[in-house]
């Protein structure tokens, strides 16, 4: 399925839970969809010869408070196993959460990833939301 | 060595920006080339295994027909032999010598095209690793330029809005409200669907004569003050 495709199926889609999509596909090939649950942060899907990658860009590392980025560090390295299908890392000066998957996955599965990422990212920013400037 | 070593190493040199190469821009389309070619080698050499395979089916399929034949004229030669006839006998010998020859000359061509096909087979078998593991380690470098794409526009706003402080904040602000806002709606959905389901239910129980209204109207009002006069 190509991000075309994917942004004009998400764009005519209501989760059970209610949340609906708004997908656009940039110039540069990024399909940028926010979730009605989480508005704030957009969620960038790109893709490869055999993944989708969903990523949502969470804070600079200019956001976090002076002297904190060790603790900041060590805080997101303990929490990321807990969070279901997510990861965090490093793009850069850019902090984002992202998730993975293969190339043949089906729209459900797509959603379901978009809708927990969504949520996920809210959980992440909550903890360590003290630690940023 | 993992190429994802040299990623991290450019990672750390940097190489951040979308566009930059996250390792050396004609490395990667070398690799990528080599990827290509060695597959083109091996749907050729597939090819090649598969005509191999067929010979050596074949001759096979050949030996099993001198075997059969030698044994057929062997037991000719018996009969011939209890016959008393040594000379048709020992031409059937002479034909069993050239056929046993003839074996002999297909066994060793036979057992050289199966050394020969299992080895290429083998060959192709390992090539084939290496081209899937050559894949892997150009997909490592594309998913680190995807990632480096994906991430780019959001970076640029935020140094848009790197200005203003609290800006997770108060996004988490932003998303908190609006999912305060919703649940009141829910919450005001429900009280709704509530109020009306009550009211259908009195309509109901009021059409079965049940709980009667309460409220008067102005005949009973008349008829109550006719009734308090003639009292």
Sequence with gaps: ?????????????????????????????????????????????????????????????????????????????????????????????????????????????????????AENTLDVLQVIEPLLV | MSILKNILTAIRGGASEVGEAVIDANALRILGQEIRDAEDAIGKAKQSLTNLKASEIKLKRELNTIHKDISDYESKAMQALEANNDTLAGEVADRIAVLEADAAEKNAEHQNLSVQVNKINSMIRQREKTIQKNKRELEKIKTVEQLQKATSTMSTNFAATNASEHRVSKALERVKNKQTHWEDRMEAGEWMESTEQNDELDTKLKAAGIGGATTSGGSSVLERLKQKKAG
């Design chain 1, 1 to 117: 399925m190509s991000l075309n495709e994917l942004a004009f199926k998400l764009n005519a889609h209501q989760t059970d839970e209610g949340t609906c999509f708004d997908a656009v596909l940039s110039d540069e090939g990024v399909l940028e969809v926010i979730c009605s649950n989480n508005e704030e942060f957009p969620i960038n899907i790109v893709k490869t010869e055999t993944q989708l990658l969903a990523i949502t860009p969470l804070f600079s590392v200019a956001e976090v408070q002076v002297n904190k980025l060790s603790e900041l560090n060590e805080e997101l390295l303990l929490i990321s196993p807990a969070i279901p299908l997510s990861s965090i890392g490093r793009q850069g000066e850019t902090y984002i959460l992202f998730g993975s998957m293969a190339i043949n996955t089906t729209l459900d599965n797509i959603i379901h990833e978009l809708e927990v990422q």
